[in-house]
């Protein structure tokens, strides 16, 4: 279980929590079911030991058409670098300061074509942009009963996130 838990500051999603045995209930695109951790054991690992719980009061009232769509301009933004407000992250051109979305995949892509890069960590950098590709095609094709007049949009953009 604590392997599992090593994984838990990685993007996890925590489903649940039990204020009596002092776990929570996580959820890892890394592992297929759901597991339980102690509240001192999460996040713990290599790294900054740091690990951030976001709460949401309660879910914002919108139609799934339109939180749907607004995922969508979300997603676009993130990979043309621009859905930063902060001017600490924002160049003079409007353009991101880290490379994020297309920026950031071209630069891997650099990276991993030059000689200089280990391969043995890119194995696993490159099972992660594998797995993010197949999770965004999955669900582009979801969109597809949502927004019925982009089928042919979101079929051709889930093809390429499967290419």
Known sequence: MKAKGAHAYCW???VGYNESDETYTLRHPNFPETYKIRYDEIGL???AQKFEILVFDKPVA???RARHLRALQNGVA???GTCY???QFIKDKGESTNPYGF???DLWRSAFDSAGVPLETSRYQAEILRDRLRLAAS???SLIEH???AVESLDAVAGKYEA
Do not use: K, V
């Open 85 to 87: 407000s902060n001017p």
């Open 139 to 141: 669900y582009t094709r």
């Open 147 to 149: 927004l019925a007049e």
């Open 12 to 14: 996890g999603l925590i």
């Open 62 to 64: 919108q139609d799934n």
């Open 45 to 47: 690992g290599d790294g």
């Open 103 to 105: 920026a950031a995949h």
């Open 78 to 80: 993130f990979a043309h």
